[in-house]
């Protein structure tokens, strides 16, 4: 029999010590039981409460869509040969698609009618799919058959938009048998939708599932006996979707007290209580994963603040509906870094106070800040150009959000000046930290290109303490900053 290893040691050890609590607690202790019962029930009628509220909404509108693209469908110019549609229908899709539709995110993307005449959204005429959306396109007209309507959604990673499209067939006195393939885009803010749950999953209409992935939908593989449906097929996805899957995520069902609760073999040491919402008349699926440590470990205490979780759950479902209200101009307030991707100033602004209310009410332990800065910033401008900088920008950007834990906050304020808020660890911890953000500037090895001696990194820790101003708190980490740069450069300094 192989030794097991520390780690393993202590995880066979932990989960041994669970089942005996549950099974006591099963047998002995009624009144603690009916209480994980109470708390399965609240958080079960909470997260379907919100989640009807999503979609009710997203159907409403989904269903506004389908009359709309009725309506638009009607108004297409007939044509009876390819003469007709150059001279009326053509120009009246250009003028349409570049003027107010344009700025709905509206836009008729392909009109053909029953003698094989097609017109792409340009006005332009097509005899066979050239691109890969004009592929979807013939494929949906043929799978239209004899129905007048069909709808497809498309989950853009690149952009983290989803496109809607409709399929009409129009039967009427002035248009015989054509057909009208209509887009509306529908913008989503992927850093929102990551906080509707602990863990969340798009299943679009065809049993892709996708993942946040860098703040985008991208696909990956779920294996869950619960939907046996879903692809696993990798070249099928990636012919769908245009990607490869990142990840496999295989998701156990266990039993706890009663309780099913599910296991992700990405997050292995943790339990989940899980959700599945229908968004009718779309086609997705929002399957949403709430982890499950007050059920797993019984603390009263941990009821009312879990219940406090699933309410500002609630909240972010709300902005959710919002998004995907297309007939709005969507207005999103711009929370990143447009160059790095990192959160900017307008998140700091908006949430810091929430943050240090919970710190003051000593619901975070600790509540750490680190100013990062890197050594010389100017000379490699000055040297190599602005281009080189930038791109030294991106490369810090992408390291720091791979090396810090998914509940950090990562800032920059300007130019080489950035931020990282983080919880629940000691100034000792933080340190550490620091300094294994620091080490990892030094070894990189990806602008080696641009920047043949690298770059290096100077950072200041310090703990905010109770009932101090967060503005005191980042200047101490700046002064500790500043003496990092003034004893060498590329050092943490703590304080």
């Known amino acids: 029999m192989p030794k097991l290893t520390n780690k393993q040691g202590y995880l066979l050890w932990f989960s041994f010590v669970i089942f005996v609590f549950i099974y006591f607690s099963a047998n002995f202790v009624d009144e603690y039981r009916n209480e994980i019962n109470k708390q399965v029930n609240v958080l079960d009628n909470i997260a379907s409460k919100a989640a009807i509220k999503i979609t009710k909404s997203a159907t409403f509108e989904a269903n506004r869509i389908k009359q709309l693209s009725n309506l638009l469908s009607h108004y297409v110019p007939s044509f009876s040969n390819r003469e007709e549609a150059k001279i009326i229908t053509s120009p009246w899709l250009i003028n349409l698609n570049q003027g107010q539709f344009k700025q709905y995110g509206v836009e008729i993307v392909l009109v053909t009618d029953q003698n094989g005449i097609v017109l792409n959204g340009k006005g332009k005429f097509i005899s066979s799919p050239s691109t890969g959306i004009e592929k ?53 803010e992927a850093h929102q939708l990551d906080k509707l749950a602990d863990k969340l999953f798009i299943v679009g209409e065809h049993n892709i599932a996708f993942t946040l992935h860098d703040d985008k939908p991208t696909p990956i593989i779920i294996e869950f006996d619960a939907f046996p449906d879903l692809i696993t097929d990798t070249n099928y996805i990636e012919n769908k979707v245009g990607m490869k899957p990142i990840n496999t995520v295989k998701v156990s069902q266990v039993k706890i007290n009663d309780v099913d609760l599910t296991v992700l073999s990405t997050i292995p040491n943790k339990y989940f209580f899980y959700s599945v919402h229908a968004i009718e008349g779309t086609g997705l699926k929002l399957l949403l994963f709430y982890d499950a440590k007050n059920i797993k470990e ?57 943050l240090v209310h919970l710190h003051d009410r000593q619901k975070i332990t600790h509540l750490g800040v680190l100013s990062l800065d890197i050594d010389k910033f100017k000379l490699i401008n000055d040297n190599y150009g602005h281009g080189v900088g930038d791109e030294i920008l991106i ?40 300094e294994r953000i620091r080490h990892a500037v030094e070894i990189q090895t990806e602008t080696i290109d641009i920047l043949p001696n690298g770059y290096t990194l100077s950072i200041g820790v310090a703990e905010r303490k109770l009932n101090e101003s967060i503005d005191d708190a980042i200047k101490r980490s700046d002064e500790m900053l500043y003496k990092a740069k003034n004893s060498g450069r590329n050092k943490v300094v703590s304080q």
């Open 395 to 434: 490369t810090l950007a992408k390291l720091m959000m791979e090396t810090s834990r998914v509940t950090d906050l990562v800032y920059r304020f300007g130019g080489e000046e950035f931020i990282i808020l983080t919880a629940g660890e000691t100034l000792q911890s933080l340190h550490i930290f620091a």
């Open 298 to 354: 019984g603390i009263d205490e941990e009821v009312q603040e879990f219940a406090l979780t699933i309410l500002v759950l609630m909240g972010l479902m709300i902005i959710l509906t919002k998004l995907l209200q297309y007939h709005y101009k969507i207005q999103a307030l711009v929370h990143h870094d447009p160059l790095t991707n990192l959160l900017n100033r307008a998140h700091f602004k908006q949430t810091i106070s929430a």
């Open 136 to 188: 979807h396109f013939y494929d949906w007209l043929a799978e239209l058959g004899d129905s007048n309507y069909k709808r497809e959604l498309i989950i853009n990673s690149n952009n983290n938009d989803i496109d809607f499209y409709t399929i009409n067939r129009v039967n009427s006195d002035s248009l015989q048998n054509i057909v009208v393939i209509i887009k509306f885009k529908i913008r989503i």
